[in-house]
T-cell receptor, first 117, second 114 residues
């Protein structure tokens, strides 16, 4: 149980286009999902906390107009990178916190590799 | 705010050597502690986790970690490493309250030579 999927697994786009990444909890419901970014050979940086039915909370330095997050249901959160530029190329990882989880454990998706040309 | 420090940036060991990776965190309240591994080109895998109880936690692949509350530490250990343990290791912490994010350390690269 506790499986999180991400789609697509990798995407290549042209500079200036927008890209949407989906994060789904497949066998549980999650009021809270998290989006992380990982640069090559670096750690995971928390970008934002996504709450179902409300606005996401962004970490300092993360542009909310650039990285649009929508958490419309208890099993789906989306991250849209708007007007992508080469510096947005990165590995984006989501995680989800099950409703029933008393220990605040998160389950991670496999990540989406974004390459902006 | 929480923070996590991993002191070893890159560790190089020979097979069968013992491993200890340091992790310290700063947070005054109840915490949950995790170690993750990321093999080259792959996604994160959970090695072990600590929520409460016995401070010595055993995980997968022969790894264990000890939570020392007085030192705010959660060091990862393995008595005898293998070449296949070559990977990136991340310590992570979150507060005990539901809905709080995991904060990751910068990671330690482990290289094991055969």
């Amino acid at each position: 149980g506790a499986v999180v999927s991400q789609h697509p697994s990798r995407v290549i786009c042209k500079s200036g286009t927008s890209v949407k990444i989906e994060c789904r909890s497949l066998d549980f419901q999650a009021t809270t999902m998290f989006w992380y970014r990982q640069f090559p050979k670096k750690s995971l940086m928390l970008m934002a906390t996504s709450n179902e039915g409300s606005k996401a909370t962004y970490e300092q330095g993360v542009e909310k107009d650039k990285f649009l997050i929508n958490h419309a249901s208890l099993t789906l959160s989306t991250l849209t990178v708007t007007s992508a530029h080469p510096e947005d190329s990165s590995f984006y990882i989501c995680s989800a916190n099950p409703l029933s989880n008393v220990n605040n454990e998160q389950f991670f998706g496999p990540g989406t590799r974004l390459t902006v040309l | 705010a929480q923070s996590v420090s991993q002191h070893n940036h890159h560790v190089i060991l020979s097979e069968a050597a013992s491993l200890e990776l340091g992790c310290n965190y700063s947070y005054g309240g109840t915490v949950n502690l995790f170690w993750y591994v990321q093999y080259p080109g792959q996604h994160l895998q959970l090695l072990l986790k600590y929520f409460s109880g016995d401070p010595l936690v055993k995980g997968i692949k022969g790894f264990e970690a000890e939570f020392i509350k007085s030192k705010f530490s959660f060091n990862l250990r393995k008595p005898s490493v293998q070449w296949s343990d070559t990977a990136e290791y991340f310590c992570a912490v979150n507060a005990g309250e539901a809905g709080t994010a995991l904060i990751f350390g910068k990671g330690t690269t482990l290289s094991v030579s055969s």
